[in-house]
């Protein structure tokens, strides 16, 4: 199984520090416009994005990304 290189990874992180200020807060869509892949590789890429932002975040972050995970696996 291949691993997503360091730099693409943090070219995906990056994309966190804005992401809560989009309408909604961290869409999907705008991060699968952003990092131009396959609808699987976006997927993963959006989840390991969105928990590594969890586990990062305090207070009223905490539980809007909490509800946005939670939306995504719905």
Do not use: H
């Amino acid at each position: 199984m291949f691993k997503t290189p360091a730099a693409t990874r943090l070219s995906y992180l990056s994309w966190l520090p804005t992401a809560s200020q989009l309408s909604p807060a961290y869409d999907y869509f705008d991060f699968a416009n952003t990092f131009d892949e396959n609808q699987r590789c976006i997927n993963r890429w959006y989840s390991n994005t969105m928990k590594k932002a969890l586990e990062d975040a305090k207070g009223a972050d905490k539980f809007e990304i909490a509800q946005t995970i939670n939306e995504f696996n719905v």
